[in-house]
Structures are given as structure tokens and as C-alpha cells.
């Protein structure tokens, strides 16, 4: 990544990081969220135009760019720059995911009672608001992760053209992904 684009993007995420995942455990957070859309768009697609720009300058035909698409516009501004491209989104159900990621915290050294306890910053507002232990808080705790690090998705890929969904609860959706790149090349 150029040092330009690496701005950019810092740039777009610090300046609307929070609109994207609006209010911890608010009632209506996905219409919170969707009110910001335009502001988070002027935001980033500056970045997404100038990737774009850099990924057209690529003599590769067949090139693999991963992402996390969350709104239609992002796939819209994509096939200006590439019309005949191919998206695959990759789904994983929501409780296994959040399962997984918590696992992969403890997996990489996390002592998440000991964070729980002890850290400042957003995960002091858990123990603020659900009490001092981790211990019978596991589900508040993805619903943090779930706030903090996925955020709200448009199902863009139930409209998009030249789209494919891969279903990877159980890994195996790399045959499906090699079968995909075969009938598209």
C-alpha cells in the first residue's frame, strides 16, 4: 500500500469509525447507523476511488482483491473501475462467527477475565454497565466484539450481478471458492 492511500484510508476510518458502528447496544443501532450512510460515503470514497485507480495500473488480468463490502455503493463504485468483475461474498453464520473470534482472542493470549477486570477504554463501559466479572458476561462480550468489529451490512449480494455466496461454517467453502475462480477465468 503507497503512503497515499495508506493516508487516505486512516484518514476515512478515523473520521467515521464511529458513525459505522454507531451506539453500543442501542435499540435501534441499525437505523442509527443507516442515517450516517451519506457522511461515511463522502468519507471513504475518496479511498476507494484512488485503490481503484492503483488496482486498474495492474497488468494481471485475473486479480483476487479482498474486502469487506458493507454497502452497495462499494460494489457500484468497484464495477465503474471493473465492469466485468466477479464478487464473492463469503458468509459465516453471526454466532459462529463471534464464537470464533472470541476463541481466536484466548487462542493469542487474551486473558479475558483478567481484560474484563482490569482494562480501560471501550471495554471499561462492559463492566460499567454488566458488573465487575467476564464470568457470565460471554454473550455481552460478543455483542461488544459483534459492535466493535462488525459492523451493520447491507445484503448487497442478494441484488449485485455476477455474484456468488460461499457458505463457511465449516471451512469448506474453499472448494467452493477454487470452483468459482475456475468458471470465472
Not at 462492559?126 to 464470568?135: F, S, V
Amino acid at each position: 500500500m503507497t503512503p497515499q492511500l495508506k493516508k487516505l484510508l486512516v484518514e476515512a476510518s478515523t473520521s467515521v469509525i464511529g458513525l459505522m458502528r454507531g451506539t453500543f447496544a442501542a435499540e435501534n443501532q441499525v437505523e442509527e447507523v443507516k442515517r450516517h450512510d451519506a457522511e461515511v460515503r463522502t468519507a471513504w470514497e475518496p479511498c476507494f476511488r484512488a485503490l481503484s485507480e492503483k488496482l486498474k495500473q495492474v497488468k494481471e488480468r485475473n486479480i483476487v482483491f479482498v474486502y469487506h463490502v458493507w454497502r452497495q455503493w462499494v460494489v457500484d463504485l468497484f464495477r465503474n473501475y471493473f465492469p466485468t468483475s466477479t464478487f464473492v461474498e463469503v458468509q459465516v453464520t453471526r454466532s459462529l462467527l463471534l464464537d470464533r473470534y472470541v476463541n481466536r482472542m484466548a487462542e493469542r493470549g487474551m486473558n479475558l477475565e483478567a481484560a474484563w477486570r482490569d482494562r480501560d477504554g471501550p471495554i471499561q463501559m462492559l463492566r460499567e454497565r454488566y458488573g465487575p466479572e467476564y464470568k457470565g458476561n460471554e454473550e455481552h462480550f460478543k455483542k461488544f466484539v459483534e459492535w466493535r468489529y462488525i459492523f451493520y451490512r447491507e445484503p448487497w449480494w442478494k441484488q449485485a450481478h455476477n455474484t456468488f455466496v460461499v457458505q463457511n461454517d465449516n471451512f469448506d467453502g474453499a472448494q467452493h471458492l477454487e470452483n468459482i475462480i475456475n468458471l470465472t477465468t
